[in-house]
């Protein structure tokens, strides 16, 4: 992979802002049921923490559509992280503003935030610049993580990365290679299969696909 990632760049004491997707399944009692992506994650964080950074994270969770949902804030999902690092994880109950900007300010190197959810605010899939601004400045570096949701334009995905040094974390990355390997020099017959429940977001992928594969089946 050409891009940089976060093994290129030195990140002892910087503050670092992370977009993982932390968009899991949570039941009627708030517990997370399936902590595959929060999982997924952990190699970043990891590293991030045993080099010395302050790991800012932010995620989205569902689909409030730009309101303050109770039923969708990242709580449980902080507790069940918490427990898989090892380690508090300070959830903060705002995106940006100045109880979130003084919360950053006081962190020290190896612990972890992670901000409310990003789509509390209607600006973030809008990837208004001022919203993407305001995410940038509680950072020194911008790492993206999050891989399912790389193709939406949002502030935390493609907005913060105009204010800020940006590279790749080790899932970005290593989804990256994984695809790039399998449409250079795939092994036939090469079948590809999409799933997901917006077909209409995928149009472009298909197009792309089509020449590639033997066959594309989609679900």
Same mark, same amino acid.
């Given at each position: 992979?050409?891009?940089?990632?976060?093994?290129?760049?030195?990140?002892?004491?910087?503050?670092?802002?992370?977009?993982v997707?932390?968009?899991?399944?949570?039941?009627?009692?708030?517990?997370?049921t399936?902590?595959?992506? !929060?999982?997924?994650?952990?190699?970043?964080?990891?590293?991030?923490?045993?080099?010395?950074?302050?790991?800012?994270?932010?995620?989205?969770?569902?689909?409030?559509?730009g309101?303050?949902?109770?039923?969708?804030?990242?709580?449980?999902?902080?507790?069940?992280?918490?427990?898989?690092?090892?380690?508090?994880?300070?959830?903060?109950?705002?995106?940006?503003?100045?109880?979130?900007?003084?919360?950053?300010?006081?962190?020290?190197?190896g612990?972890?935030?992670?901000?409310?959810?990003?789509?509390?605010?209607?600006?973030? =899939?809008?990837?208004?610049?001022?919203?993407?601004?305001?995410?940038?400045?509680?950072?020194?570096?911008?790492?993206?993580?999050?891989?399912?949701?790389?193709?939406?334009?949002?502030?935390?995905? =493609?907005?913060?990365?105009?204010?800020l040094?940006?590279?790749?974390?080790?899932?970005?990355?290593? =989804?990256?290679?994984?695809?790039?390997?399998?449409?250079?020099?795939?092994?036939?017959?090469?079948?590809?299969?999409?799933?997901?429940?917006?077909?209409?977001?995928?149009?472009?992928? !298909?197009?792309?696909?089509?020449?590639?594969?033997?066959?594309?089946?989609?679900?």
């Amino acid at each position: 992979m050409d891009k940089k990632t976060i093994s290129d760049v030195d990140v002892r004491g910087k503050r670092v802002l992370v977009r993982v997707d932390l968009n899991v399944p949570l039941n009627d009692a708030r517990q997370v049921t399936d902590d595959t992506r !929060i999982r997924a994650a952990l190699p970043t964080i990891e590293y991030l923490k045993q080099h010395g950074a302050r790991v800012i994270l932010a995620s989205h969770l569902g689909r409030p559509k730009g309101k303050f949902v109770d039923s969708m804030r990242l709580d449980p999902v902080a507790e069940r992280l918490a427990a898989l690092l090892g380690q508090p994880v300070r959830k903060l109950n705002d995106v940006v503003g100045p109880e979130v900007e003084a919360a950053v300010k006081a962190m020290k190197p190896g612990e972890v935030v992670l901000l409310e959810n990003l789509r509390f605010y209607k600006q973030e =899939e809008e990837n208004d610049p001022q919203f993407a601004k305001q995410l940038a400045s509680l950072a020194d570096l911008y790492v993206n993580d999050a891989f399912g949701t790389a193709h939406r334009a949002h502030a935390s995905t =493609e907005g913060v990365a105009h204010h800020l040094p940006a590279v790749a974390g080790f899932l970005m990355a290593k =989804e990256i290679d994984f695809l790039s390997k399998a449409l250079q020099s795939p092994e036939r017959p090469f079948v590809a299969i999409l799933g997901g429940a917006k077909v209409s977001d995928k149009i472009g992928v !298909i197009r792309n696909l089509l020449p590639k594969v033997d066959k594309l089946l989609i679900g």
